[in-house]
Each structure stands twice: as structure tokens, then as C-alpha cells.
């Protein structure tokens, strides 16, 4: 499954000809280029997707689409912690693991 990030554009540049632009995701912040979204200005929105800006959108809408992804992740930790987390699961008491 791929996914798009919703990010706020806090500056602008260009590299190499190639207009780019420095992307706040809620505190961490990562380049992207922005030649996709001709029209997107300092302080918009948009969804991000391996490095491109691939669409605009509303402040509304970047926060409603950040806490779907909460939401996402919240059920996941819930249905299975240890993946989560990044631990592996845990055989069943009594059982020798399959080699």
C-alpha cells in the first residue's frame, strides 16, 4: 500500500532548475519537489508521496487526513502491539517454534 502524507510548505527554492521546497510534517520537516503543484505557495497543504507533492489541499482537510492516519495506527497497535512495535511475536506457551 502506498500513502500520501499531508504537509504543511514552510520555504521554497530551487535546485538545479527543479522547484523544490521544504515540507512540515507536525515537527519534522523533509524536502520535496513541488514541480507537480506549479501553484502551491509558502504556508499550503499538500499530500506528499515518495518525495512529490502530488496535490493541494485545505488546512481542513491535511488535518482531517492526519488523523485518519492516527486513527489507522492507534487501531493497529491495538489489534497486534508486538508488529507495531517492531517485535516479533511470540510463540504460543508449550509449542517449539517451526525452524
Not at 489541499?57 to 492516527?70: K, M, Y
Request: glycine share 10%; with cysteine.
Amino acid at each position: 500500500m502506498c500513502l500520501g502524507v499531508p504537509g504543511k510548505i514552510v520555504e521554497i527554492h530551487d535546485t538545479d532548475g527543479l522547484r523544490m521546497g521544504k515540507v512540515d510534517f507536525g515537527g519534522v520537516t523533509r524536502q520535496a519537489c513541488l514541480a507537480y503543484v506549479p501553484d502551491a505557495q509558502v504556508g499550503d497543504y499538500t499530500v506528499i508521496h515518495v518525495g512529490f507533492a502530488i496535490s493541494r489541499l485545505s488546512e481542513q482537510e491535511a488535518f482531517e487526513s492526519l488523523q485518519t492516519i492516527r486513527e489507522m495506527v492507534n487501531l493497529e497497535e491495538e489489534l497486534e502491539p508486538e508488529k507495531a512495535f517492531g517485535k516479533s511475536p511470540q510463540h504460543p506457551p508449550n509449542r517449539t517454534p517451526d525452524l
